[in-house]
């Protein structure tokens, strides 16, 4: 049968966050058998996402937790200080893992993590389906270079090509690698340290579950960029915060 893919996305709320979900809710409409596993990082559901979902024509799962303050981004913190949605892609793994001993999960399945602002080829679904163990690919725009790949020799994965500390455990942007559901639920324990030191948050994931020989090479063996970590630009709102103090303000009840 066709893999289910499990698709775990971090978001919160801000003001770009509703434009973020259409771009990539309508990537994903078009890939067969895709769940996803939208996880908002705030206290309760929030009515815009629960809304957007149950429009979203997708197959999906709503879950929620708040990053703890002191592992909060803060308002001028520079953006590499703290990992960013390690706790709620744990949820979304809790969430797969207790399925799974109700009996309620789809085999086979993939698992990937896809953060609400990056870009995502068709093809690179179709490519991590078949995902037997942990299967990666090159990201493009990321760390600081055009694009960051595992390099591979004779099939297999012997380094990876990056801008900055290349003898990193997995030294993988997140969007660069999808784990079969069967190896999640094989390693129970594993998950994202949101206390790790930057750049290893994928390797604490990774580490204990796979050793980079076994990693499977995908994206016509590391030679395509199928994902982009494309970065929003914040929205300036400098007339709207003008036009406010004269009560002249966007109308509140619109949602954007
Ligand atoms: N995110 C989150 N809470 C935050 C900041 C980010 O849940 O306080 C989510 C965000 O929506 C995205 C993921 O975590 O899906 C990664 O964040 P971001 O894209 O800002 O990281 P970067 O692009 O800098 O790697
Ligand atoms: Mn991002």
């Avoid at 970590?229 to 709102?237: I, N, V």
Wanted: hydrophobic share 35%; net charge neutral.
């Amino acid at each position: 049968p066709l893999s289910t893919i499990y698709v775990i996305t971090p978001t919160y709320a801000r003001l770009v966050q509703k434009a973020e979900l259409t771009r990539i809710s309508q990537t994903f409409l078009h890939v067969p058998q895709l769940h996803w596993i939208l996880v908002e990082d705030s206290a309760n559901r929030t009515s815009l996402v629960s809304e957007f979902l149950a429009h979203s024509g997708l197959t999906y799962t709503h879950l929620h937790v708040p990053t703890p303050r002191d592992r909060k981004l803060q308002e001028g913190d520079p953006s590499w200080l703290k990992p960013r949605g390690a706790e709620q892609r744990n949820e979304g793994l809790r969430w797969l893992r207790e399925e799974s001993t109700r009996g309620r999960q789809r085999e086979p399945g993939v698992v990937y993590f896809a953060d609400d602002d990056n870009t995502y080829s068709l093809q690179l679904f179709e490519e991590m389906r078949g995902t037997r163990t942990v299967s990666v690919w090159p990201v493009g725009l990321v760390g600081g270079m055009r694009f960051e790949r595992p390099v591979v020799e004779g099939g297999r994965v012997a380094r990876f090509h990056t801008g900055w500390r290349p003898g990193r455990p997995f030294p993988i942007d997140m969007a660069g690698f999808a784990v079969s559901l069967r190896l999640v639920l094989a390693n129970p324990e594993s998950r994202f340290d949101g206390n790790a030191p930057m750049g290893f948050l994928e390797s604490s994931f990774l580490q204990g579950m796979v050793t980079m020989e076994e990693l499977e090479p995908k994206a016509d063996m590391c030679a395509k960029v199928l994902v982009w970590h494309t970065r929003t630009e914040k929205p300036k709102m400098k007339r709207e915060d003008a036009l406010q103090k004269q009560g002249l303000g966007s109308d509140p009840g619109v949602e954007v």
